[in-house]
């Protein structure tokens, strides 16, 4: 989908997300912030920081960017900092994931939560968290990942024909994400309790 999709989606979601997928993501969601929590470096940008879900969830020595391409859902994550008061969060910013206008090597940790399956080109969206994590942090991935087959895939495959009204891609490969070599470094967690969605964490190696 283009950037201009994602938006139309997200206008159409943005009142109704956390309602509608905000207990389907919450595992996920949580199993990434505790990840984050648990590694070392303070400077965290989250992308597709949407509503705000997340933005509760963090350790108070993390201080937290945010950003999505849907000005909606940025609207809606700046209520939930100042009625939630959320002094770790140091910007919400409307832009694009996969060309970013951060300095090289600005954070310590990346974290995209349902995001690989939205963004037009996901392996320019991996090249950009790249560039933006310094060497030796971290670039995390929460996200539905297509089944290998049996049922599921199935009907993922089914389901990738409704995208640009769902606003992600049921039938999303990890593949198409991460390169081999990536995916055979990255550590791969299944979410609990139903393994929908999966958590990737993958070092940022020097260039």
Known sequence: MDAEAVKAAYRRWANVYDVVFGGISRFGRLRAVEAVNGLPGTDVLEVGVGTGLALPHYRAEKQITGIDLSADMLAKARERVQRDKLTNVNGLLEMDA??????????DIAVAMFVASVVPHPRQLLHELKRVVRPGGYILFVNHFLAPGGV??????????????????????????????DIRRA?????????????????????
């Open 187 to 207: 550590f791969i967690q299944p979410v609990p309790p139903l393994g929908l969605f999966t958590l990737v964490t993958l070092e940022n190696l020097p260039a």
């Open 152 to 181: 599921r895939g199935a009907v993922e495959h089914a389901l990738g024909r409704a995208s640009h009204s769902l606003g992600w891609h049921p039938d999303f490969a990890m593949e198409s994400l991460l390169p081999a070599e």
């Open 98 to 107: 996969e060309d970013t206008k951060f300095e090289d090597s600005s954070f």
